[in-house]
């Protein structure tokens, strides 16, 4: 009988695990960019943002800006829109 539930509790321990990890690997695959958007985003509607480098798991340099509507969008670091919206936000960060 003890031996049935610890095969069970090992059973259940496995599956969670691998629940776990398969979460994780998902959630890092999204916050990898690919491409940068086409469209200018207006600071009003960001919430925040994060930068992402180039590494072996991201291929190019990005922006990632957060929207009131709780999109992720990805913006090109180059450009000039995106360089005003970074010090916008952080300009709000710092009146905090």
Same mark, same amino acid.
């Given at each position: 009988?003890?031996?049935?539930?610890?095969?069970?509790? /090992? /059973?259940?321990?496995?599956? $969670?695990?691998?629940?776990?990890?398969?979460?994780?690997?998902?959630?890092?695959?999204?916050?990898?960019?690919?491409?940068?958007?086409?469209?200018? $985003?207006?600071?009003?509607?960001?919430?925040?943002?994060?930068?992402?480098?180039?590494?072996?798991?991201?291929?190019?340099?990005?922006?990632?800006?957060?929207?009131?509507?709780?999109?992720? =969008?990805?913006?090109?670091?180059?450009?000039?829109?995106?360089?005003?919206? =970074?010090? =916008?936000?952080?300009?709000? =960060?710092?009146?905090?």
């Amino acid at each position: 009988m003890c031996g049935s539930k610890s095969l069970l509790l /090992a /059973a259940l321990m496995s599956v $969670l695990l691998f629940h776990l990890c398969s979460k994780s690997e998902a959630a890092s695959n999204f916050d990898c960019c690919l491409r940068y958007t086409e469209y200018v $985003l207006h600071p009003k509607f960001i919430v925040g943002f994060t930068q992402q480098l180039a590494n072996e798991a991201c291929d190019i340099n990005a922006i990632i800006f957060y929207t009131k509507k709780r999109l992720a =969008v990805c913006a090109d670091p180059k450009q000039f829109w995106v360089k005003q919206a =970074v010090r =916008v936000l952080s300009q709000r =960060v710092k009146k905090m």
